[in-house]
């Protein structure tokens, strides 16, 4: 997380979340956590007792302190409403919104007199859950956390939206509205519905055929599996730079068949590599480069207790794991973990869990 103790904080509170779901309840969790005075709204009542209840703040009375800052979030398609609601209501207080699209919403608010409070943010993190009971304070530690100020937005707006997404344990990140949409179509959104056409193609499967299912599927299909509900707000509102990208995947698409179709390895190996360059442009862990990784696959029997002391065998012997993913083994009553590690500690790890009687391949 980092350091906001060594310079003035300008983010002291209170702080109004308006909509207590999975982000607003979190983020008003992690706020307590900082000592942060957080006051709640909600239309739906059982979302604000569940919220208040967990700690995540006090629900408004109407008596309560003016906050410094209103945190709107909402689903998408009342977005640009509650911020200039909120721009109106408190007149002293900045404003943000923690909605996945911003050129839309800034659009509908850019002429109000006050815009220069609003500064719109993204937190990057969030689970196919949407109400407050899975909320956690911990849920932006280490995630990134867009902060997008319009032409317009003061100086103090951009910063005081710094500060709530460090308190929060986030990292900040400087887009422009319309550079944040196009990025998050690319990353989130149109990855979604990729995944979505090819799990699409398993739904009227034959039996047969979905009993081959390994990891590959699930992982390219995984994200299909959330509530489409909020995506019937987030594709509408990014549009355009979704189409955008989509053209490019068309494109892309008639080569890959035109590939196929003709029996051009040369063609077919272009689309494929280009394939291995987009794997290796994301991102590593921190932020950092990308660094050489193995896989050790471990079977492990369907018995309680037999994970935990998989991992209490890994740390025994010191390598550390980048990434765990765990398959169910259809023909025997276990299942495959796979235990991501740097490439140089692989053999060193799989003999290790060989000699402590556990079923490894590399």
Request: contains cysteine; proline residues 8%.
């Amino acid at each position: 997380m980092p350091d906001v103790d060594r310079r003035p904080v300008a983010l002291v509170g209170p702080v109004r979340i308006v909509g207590a779901g999975l982000l607003g309840a979190s983020i008003g969790l992690a706020l307590r956590a900082r000592g942060i005075d957080v006051q709640l709204e909600d239309l739906d009542p059982a979302n604000l007792r569940t919220a208040s209840g967990l700690g995540a703040g006090v629900p408004v009375t109407g008596s309560e302190p003016e906050p410094q800052l209103v945190v709107v979030a909402v689903p998408p398609d009342h977005l640009a409403r509650v911020i200039e609601g909120a721009l109106e209501a408190h007149p002293q207080a900045f404003v943000t919104d923690v909605g996945s699209v911003k050129s839309g919403p800034l659009a509908t608010v850019a002429e109000h007199a006050d815009v220069a409070r609003y500064c719109g943010s993204h937190p990057m993190a969030g689970t196919q859950h949407t109400g407050p009971l899975t909320a956690s304070a911990t849920l932006f530690e280490g995630r990134p956390w867009a902060v997008t100020p319009h032409a317009t937005t003061s100086p103090v707006a951009t910063q005081v939206v710094t500060e709530l997404a460090e308190l929060t344990g986030a990292m900040p990140l400087a887009f422009g509205p319309d550079e944040h949409d196009l990025a998050v179509a690319r990353t989130s959104h149109v990855p979604h519905l990729m995944a979505a056409l090819v799990a699409g193609r398993l739904a009227d499967a034959p039996e047969g055929h979905l009993a081959l299912s390994g990891p590959g599927v699930r992982d390219v299909t995984r994200v299909a599996g959330t509530d489409p509900g909020m995506w019937l707000q987030i594709v509408p509102a990014n549009a355009s730079a979704i189409l955008a990208l989509l053209g490019q995947i068309r494109a892309d698409l008639d080569r890959l068949e035109s590939a196929i179709e003709s029996g051009d390895r040369d063609a077919l190996r272009g689309v494929l590599a280009n394939g291995v360059a987009g794997t290796r442009a994301i991102p590593g862990k921190h932020g950092g480069p990308v660094r050489p990784t193995s896989s050790v696959f471990v079977h492990v029997p369907d018995q309680p207790g037999n994970l935990a002391r998989l991992f209490a065998d890994v740390d025994a012997v010191g390598v550390n794991v980048e990434d765990v993913r765990i398959d169910h083994d259809p023909a025997r009553a276990g299942g495959q973990v796979e235990l991501v590690v740097d490439e140089t500690r692989v053999e060193e790890l799989a003999s290790s869990l060989d000699a402590r009687g556990w079923a490894v391949h590399q």
